[in-house]
């Protein structure tokens, strides 16, 4: 809750509290309450009142005629009146829950906070939009209208100067922010309201800040959000990394994504939905997961042009394509999974909890990281024997590790600001699950990427249950 929103809980609590003080103590304390309540409810009509805040107005509200009658009513030289103390306890106690339901409702859907990067480097971020004339856009009729994809990038940036306003979350503007809010609170069939309070988040980045001195060349991370998931919806991973060095590229994939909004102020609205069927929602997912493999393999062009200096860009020079990992959540991890196969310029991949839609070969041939949650008997039975085997059949080393308490959502940014509910976004916590996704990638980036030296498996292990798959490893201890 904001400074404002906890003096206006402050002064709905004292006025129900002021009937049951002593006579001396009534007067200043519920004069005091009712100009906080009062102050602070003006000021949050003028700012934009959160739906968190509507109860503890409400309780405050309605104890504030009983708080003030006795006063004046003495001012007034009349006789003041209260009511007996078994009457006023039943509205002290309904007012006191309403004002309780504030706090409440604040914890359950926050406005998210972001946790501090651990890494060296500030972290800056921008975003570009790229059109692939090659390659026409499948979503729609139009011959000419060609597939264009809008990228995020975080980056290791110079310190900002003290007071420099941080990236908004989910959007450049705060109206983008909103639509996108939106968008993904309309795909999982909630009211907007009910977030209303992440975009107005801000995040540890810093739009367009300069990039880090020292002229050295940062590793390339990819990164393709779920079905109806958006490029910032794991801001928290990606300002980790970037702090540590890495450079990380998200994308939207316009009309997959939630809501995709374009540099000519078009918003591209998902046409892409599930049916709830596995089996019929399969053959779409596996076109899905194509185009999204395609839109990657893309963006590491343009990536390779930026350095090159082909495309301009702040960037130039500075990003090491030689050096490449590609990750995505669900869908994008899918999605990942396909682009290294079609494309060797990928050394690493992360997936996510994602299913592997899509062919199983040709065999990977890149280190690969999946992450997933546990087995429970709402998970699709195909699920964990269908990875399996994408690793199994990897001829470089695969790991994957199964995080005790996480959920599906887990994995991205949403146990910053969704309720805490173990079957939504698992049982980690709001700092711990940022912290368990970003510590396991990293470790693993760094091992396939910069090759440092150390026991991968045993940095993996100590998060979860961890298994090794692949050729590579065929006959070692520990190998599946």
Not at 36 to 62: E, F
Not at 161 to 167: F, L
Not at 238 to 261: C, I, K, R, T
Not at 281 to 287: L, M, R
């Amino acid at each position: 809750m904001s400074p404002l929103e906890f003096v206006a809980v402050l002064g709905a609590v004292a006025l129900v509290v002021a009937r049951w003080l002593p006579a001396a103590a009534r007067p200043p304390v519920t004069i005091a309450a009712g100009a906080a309540l009062a102050l602070s409810a003006a000021v949050l009509g003028g700012v934009g009142v959160r739906w968190q805040m509507l109860p503890v107005l409400a309780g405050g509200g309605v104890a504030l005629p009983f708080a003030l009658s006795p006063l004046l009513r003495r001012r007034a030289g009349r006789p003041a009146r209260r009511a007996r103390w078994w009457r006023a306890l039943p509205g002290s106690v309904a007012c006191a829950g309403l004002i309780a339901a504030g706090p409440v409702a604040a914890w359950g859907f926050p406005v998210p906070v972001f946790p501090e990067p651990s890494g060296r480097f500030a972290v800056g971020t921008r975003v570009v939009q790229w059109t692939d004339a090659r390659r026409p856009e499948s979503f729609t009729a139009d011959p000419d209208d060609r597939r264009t994809v809008v990228v995020q990038l975080w980056y290791p940036a110079q310190k900002s100067a003290a007071g420099a306003q941080r990236a908004q979350y989910l959007g450049r503007t705060e109206q983008e922010a909103r639509t996108v809010s939106d968008a993904l609170a309309r795909g999982v069939g909630l009211p907007g309201f009910l977030v209303d309070g992440v975009p107005r988040a801000r995040t540890r980045s810093v739009f367009d800040a300069p990039v880090a001195g020292g002229g050295g060349r940062f590793p390339v991370v990819l990164f393709s959000p779920g079905s109806g998931g958006v490029r910032t919806q794991n801001t928290a991973w990606a300002e980790e990394l970037a702090s540590h060095g890495y450079v990380v590229a998200a994308l939207d994939h316009p009309y997959d994504s939630a809501a995709v909004v374009l540099d000519d102020g078009r918003t591209v609205h998902a046409e892409t939905a599930s049916t709830g069927d596995r089996d019929e929602d399969e053959e779409p997912a596996v076109g899905w997961t194509a185009v999204r493999a395609a839109d990657l393999r893309f963006v590491l062009t343009r990536l390779d042009d930026l350095d090159r200096g082909e495309v301009t860009g702040p960037l130039t020079g500075r990003l090491d394509t030689g050096r490449v990992a590609v990750t995505g959540h669900s869908m994008g991890g899918a999605a990942a999974l396909q682009a290294a196969r079609q494309d060797h310029r990928f050394d690493a991949v992360i997936d996510l909890d994602g299913y592997p839609h899509g062919p199983a070969s040709p065999s990977l041939h890149q280190p690969t990281l999946a992450l997933t949650q546990a087995v429970t008997p709402g998970t699709d039975p195909r699920y964990l024997p269908r990875l399996t085997e994408v690793l199994e059949l990897n001829t470089a080393t695969s790991y994957r590790l199964t995080v005790p308490g996480a959920a599906h959502l887990t994995f991205v940014d949403g146990p910053l600001y969704l309720p805490p509910v173990p079957s939504l976004v698992g049982s980690l916590g709001r700092a711990e699950s940022p912290r368990v996704v970003a510590a396991t990638t990293l470790a693993f980036l760094d091992s396939t990427l910069r090759h440092r030296p150390g026991d991968l498996a045993g940095v993996l292990s100590a998060y979860g249950d961890l298994g090794v798959y692949g050729r590579a490893c065929a006959g070692r201890p520990g190998c599946g």
